[in-house]
């Protein structure tokens, strides 16, 4: 192999090198001009991989979960969003009740709409309310649990309990 060979050669790993070190710089570049965008919005996470940023949390309504996803599109470095923020139901406030044993039926009651709203994204799982303490059982992955857990403590139960849960 003659010098000017070897020297292509060796040039060429180098740019490589630097391309795939600039990648990885990029990301976090990226990462930290969309958490600095999303300070306002606590309840939303972002990860980032090869320009594409992940959205994920609970938020209130279908308008903020849309802003976050524009604020983020218009970060220079960002390829492509992919918006895993799931919008909480509103827990209809507890009417007045006299009666102890009425008023756990009724706060079980909005439990157990909000866990059937969000249950349908998450099969695998078998959730159940009782006085005010929902339990998870069945299979998830890590996720999934995470994301799962945020969803039924955004509905302010006393406890979620899962030790009934395999997590994968």
């Known amino acids: 192999m003659s010098n000017k060979q070897l020297s292509t050669a060796i040039l060429c790993m180098v740019f490589a090198v630097m391309v795939a070190c600039k990648a990885k710089t990029s990301d976090t570049q990226i990462q930290t001009k969309v958490s600095e965008q999303l300070s306002t919005m606590p309840e939303v996470t972002a990860d980032v991989k090869d320009g594409v940023v992940t959205l994920s949390g609970n938020v209130a309504d279908d308008a903020t979960k849309a802003s976050a996803e524009a604020t983020?599109?218009?970060?220079?470095?960002?390829?492509?969003?992919?918006?895993?923020?799931?919008?909480?139901?509103?827990a209809p406030p507890p009417p007045p009740a006299t009666d102890p044993a009425a008023a756990i039926n009724t706060a079980d009651e909005a439990l157990r709409t909000g866990v059937t709203n969000i249950s349908k994204d998450f099969p695998g799982a078998d959730i159940k309310v009782d006085a005010g303490i929902i339990t998870v059982t069945g299979a998830l992955s890590a996720t999934k649990w995470?994301?799962?857990?945020?969803?039924?403590?955004a509905l302010h139960p006393k406890k979620v309990d899962a030790s009934g849960l395999k997590v994968k």
């Open 72 to 90: 983020v599109k218009s970060t220079e470095g960002v390829k492509s969003v992919v918006n895993n923020i799931t919008v909480m139901p509103a």
């Open 146 to 153: 995470k994301m799962l857990k945020q969803a039924l403590d």
